[in-house]
């Protein structure tokens, strides 16, 4: 019991140091997934911001280091994809990314939905890719995200999602036009719409029982 409760919170001190990792390197010019993708060594950036991370959060930091050993064990894995590709990904079930404006965190927004993107894990790096790059430039919705490698206990299969968030569920315009922005790329099978609602709910698919509010 007690190695399962050490996991869980080097789970969450590693999804806290992501966060945290990620805001440091975009403020300083580059988000991790560019410098990781071009093969740049960040490594001093990334010795002065776990430091930075041990100074504000020295408990968390001592519990990455626990589970991980020293700090360059971590950037190894970075560098590897940890955290940047889904299928090299297994500290986390999953990788977000917000779009450009919108307040971190907007996903979670009651209002809001997602399109679902169901695609076999040999396929997933790529699409993310796609997906990632436009929501970056702000083509898509407010936020997108990735299952990965990590394995998920409420995985009912082994094919991964993607899913594209929209600000309002009830703006069907905006929905749509996501969802044309996704055919554009490539996602040109039947896709459906989940809001929020029941997600919070804990509503999910069951036989006889539908919960996609848009279908397209």
């Known amino acids: ?13 590693y999804g806290i140091f992501e966060i945290f990792l990620n805001k440091e390197l975009r403020e300083r010019g580059s988000p991790l997934y560019e410098l990781v993708e071009s093969a ?8 002065e911001i776990f430091q930075k991370f041990s100074d504000e959060y020295p408990l968390l930091a001592d519990t990455l280091k626990k589970r991980m050993g020293e700090p360059a064990a971590l950037y190894r894995m970075l560098q590897e994809g940890e955290g940047v590709t889904p299928s090299r990904t297994v500290m986390t079930y999953y990788i977000i990314q917000d779009a450009p404006g919108v307040i971190e965190g ?34 898509l919705g407010i936020a997108s995200k990735v299952s990965t490698a990590k394995p998920n206990p409420e995985s009912r299969d082994s094919r991964k999602v993607i899913f594209v968030y929209t600000r309002d569920w009830s703006d069907r315009e905006d929905v749509m036009r996501v969802r044309e922005e996704l055919r554009k790329l490539g996602f040109t099978d039947r896709l459906g719409y989940k809001r929020n609602i029941e997600t919070f709910r804990g509503e999910y698919s069951k036989k006889g029982k539908r919960v996609t509010y848009y279908s397209a």
């Not at 019991?1 to 001190?13: F, L, T």
């Not at 907007?106 to 209002?111: A, I, L, R, S």
């Open 40 to 47: 740049v060594d960040f490594s001093d950036a990334f010795v």
């Open 106 to 139: 907007g996903m979670e927004d009651e209002n809001a939905g997602k399109w679902l993107i169901f695609i076999e894990p040999e396929k997933v790096d790529e699409a993310w890719r796609v997906v990632r790059d436009m929501t970056t430039k702000g083509t």
């Open 1 to 13: 019991m007690e190695g399962a409760e050490d996991e869980i919170q080097a789970d969450v001190a």
